[in-house]
């Protein structure tokens, strides 16, 4: 799809991305870091879900209760972002948000491995502050060095990096599953997916 597009832009007088918007060291950064947000966290959520409702057999509506929590800490992160921006700068502000989102995923590795749900509270909370900071300071210098008449492509392709990464990611999770546990193993509870013994008579 991606080489389908790049294609079609190559053969018309007036692309829809013009080729220029590549050589801006700005914007091609901001789009980076926002497709390695979405890359990381998105397939950290598809991950977690498995995790609350197959091992911690919680159902679907609770799951979708704690990832609440997320996009509080998302929401939170967000709106001191921009005191974040202002003490550290843009770049140092995106290095620390994939920082604090990295050490979240190693809480949330450790609850799964664990089996803890308030780990993995902590993971998602740190996870959502992380990626709430680091987004908007993604988005405030891939957007810096545009003019008025370019904002509207320039924030179009940082989101379009984002929704890039979390189809990337979520794609290849779900081959990997499908690859790992092609029988559906890993929808069964552990203690399932053992074959018993038969008893004899």
């Known amino acids: 799809m991606c080489s389908g597009f790049l294609a079609v832009q190559r053969s018309v007088a007036v692309p829809l991305v013009p080729p220029w918007v590549w050589t801006v060291p700005s914007l091609v950064l901001g789009a980076l870091v926002a497709l390695v947000l979405t890359f990381t966290t998105s397939g950290a959520s598809v991950v977690g879900t498995l ?4 091992v911690l057999d919680l159902t679907a509506a609770v799951s979708g209760a704690v990832f609440l929590v997320f996009s509080a800490a998302v929401a939170a992160g967000s709106a001191v972002a921009s005191g974040v921006v202002r003490r550290l700068g843009r770049v140092a502000a995106m290095v620390a ?3 604090v989102v990295g050490g979240a995923m190693s809480v949330s ?4 491995d664990r089996r803890s749900l308030v780990l993995f509270l902590v993971g998602l909370f740190v996870s959502g502050s992380g990626l709430g900071v680091a987004s908007v300071a993604s988005t405030a210098h891939g957007t810096s060095t545009t003019a008025d008449d370019n904002a509207g492509l320039f924030g179009g392709i940082l989101n379009a990096a984002a929704q890039i990464g979390t189809a990337l990611l979520t794609a290849a999770l779900v081959a990997l599953l499908a690859w790992r546990w092609p029988d559906g193993a890993a929808s069964r509870p552990a203690s399932s997916a053992r074959p018993e013994h038969a008893q004899a008579p």
């Open 51 to 54: 995790f609350l409702q197959q």
């Open 97 to 99: 948000g994939l920082v």
């Open 109 to 112: 590795a450790l609850a799964v």
